[in-house]
């Protein structure tokens, strides 16, 4: 089982990916990888691409990842947290146990609240 990786997309605050990345976690964000203003869509498209684990505040996430199992379409998972649940150092809390928890076969076509 491998582990996941984590795609913050460009909702989340990039220190959440710098946090992570500091504790051995392997996480990327789209400012990192310059998706900055590339649609949801695409954003998943490149984070199912690079098997990531995308991690968002964004809802419409939510919608496009049940559409595309109803389609058929495979996804490497989705992470979602309201902005204003958590500070930054809770969210990377939170999303470092998910990352030792879960494993990247776990979270194909899976959505997961924080």
């Known amino acids: 089982m491998g582990r996941i ?3 913050a997309d460009e909702s989340v605050d990039i220190a959440i990916a710098e946090g992570l990345k500091r504790r051995g976690v392997d996480a990327f964000s789209a400012r990192d990888a310059g998706n900055l203003g590339l649609t949801d869509e695409k954003q998943l498209t490149y984070a199912n691409e690079k098997k990531a684990v ?3 505040h964004d809802t419409d996430f939510l919608r496009l990842a049940a559409r595309w199992i109803e389609e058929g379409r ?3 998972g989705v992470v979602y947290c309201s902005q204003k649940a958590y500070a930054i150092g809770e969210c990377i809390r ?6 030792a928890v879960l494993s990247s076969e776990h979270m194909i076509n899976h959505i997961e609240f924080l």
Do not use: D, M, S, V
Not at 94 to 99: D, E, P, T, V
């Open 74 to 76: 495979t996804h490497h």
């Open 54 to 56: 995308i991690f968002t």
């Open 94 to 99: 939170r999303l470092k146990i998910l990352a």
């Open 5 to 7: 990786r984590i795609y």
